[in-house]
């Protein structure tokens, strides 16, 4: 992609979106940013808006003329906008079909009659389910346990279909743990997060399940970077990358760093394990490490001490 390409990110305003505004923006691309502000914040972005190059709409994915009128002219689309929770998606399996793949076709056929040249589709390790090996490469079969698992392989199939179908430029991004700066919290929030403001309240960690199980911690600046790299090298179209950092920490072992990181005297609460959590995953990330150049550069240490000392 070209300086001043003209780039469509859905869910713009949100913890991730809004991380990736400003990656775009100072790499030189030309913005429209969508959201409907059900989860993002006009904060997150608001600082960008004075850059004429950076657009904001509020909307929705499922808008038909709204997301119709946002791709004309649009080079390529970032699609981040989603329910993203899995207990939500128990709770409300409608709406999460709805937006998550309603939204997602919407958005795909505007992009195929517009001639958009690239669509990004920002997915989920959760489509893998219980791994049947470690670490998880992108052969590994899909077995989603919760519907926010199941609409975004839905996601991904239109993606593949539209790519076959309207000779369509498409890139799926399957991103593992994601944190960092601006991740907000609420009731169904990240671990790290929840861990933190625990840790401020001189609350104990409550720890879901026994704490053995694994996650692959990845941050957010990391994320952005292999979106750019999606974007912008011809290799990556039609394939699907594993996004994560390549190593697997237990919930344990996180909640003894931010407690380390914290120094306050705090205990474990353990917890029934949530319905649809998965027991352990971390990402084998060579192919994208081969094909998009992709490195991982901010190691789980330093991105908690970063976020503790931002807290503090």
């Not at 991004?173 to 929030?189: E, I």
Request: a neutral charge.
């Amino acid at each position: 992609m070209s300086e001043r390409t003209r780039v469509l990110v859905t869910g713009g305003a949100g913890f991730i979106g809004s991380h990736l505004v400003d990656k775009l923006a100072n790499s030189g691309y030309s913005l429209v940013v969508i959201d409907n502000l059900s989860r993002g914040k006009m904060n997150n972005v608001e600082g960008r808006l004075r850059d004429p190059n950076v657009r904001f709409i509020k909307g929705d994915i499922r808008d038909v003329e709204l997301i119709r009128n946002c791709v004309r002219d649009i080079d390529a689309v970032v699609h981040l906008a989603a329910v993203i929770s899995v207990p939500f998606s128990f709770e409300n399996p409608s709406l999460t079909f709805d937006i998550n793949v309603n939204g997602t076709f919407n958005l795909l056929d505007a992009c195929a009659r517009a001639g958009v040249r690239r669509f990004v589709f920002v997915s989920s390790c959760a489509v893998y389910g219980d791994p049947c090996y470690l670490p998880v490469d992108e052969r590994h079969p899909t077995s989603p346990l919760s519907p926010y698992a199941t609409s975004k392989l839905e996601g991904e199939k239109g993606c593949v279909n539209y790519r076959k179908q309207q000779s369509f430029s498409t890139v799926i991004l399957r991103l593992f743990n994601v944190y960092g700066p601006r991740q907000g919290l609420n009731a169904y929030g990240g671990v790290i997060t929840r861990f933190l403001d625990q840790a401020r309240k001189h609350m104990p960690l409550i720890i879901f399940g026994d704490g053995s199980q694994t996650r692959d911690f990845i941050h957010v600046w990391d994320v952005t970077e292999a979106v750019l790299k999606a974007l912008e090298i011809t290799s990556a179209e039609g394939e699907t990358f594993n996004v994560g950092f390549g190593r697997a920490t237990s919930v344990n072992s996180l909640a003894k760093s931010v407690i380390d990181l914290t120094g306050a005297d705090l205990g474990v609460v353990y917890e029934k394990a949530r319905v649809g959590d998965v027991k352990s995953s971390f990402a084998d990330i060579s192919k994208a490490e081969k094909q998009l150049n992709y490195k991982p550069t901010v190691p789980l240490d330093e991105g908690l001490r970063s976020l503790v000392e931002e807290a503090c």
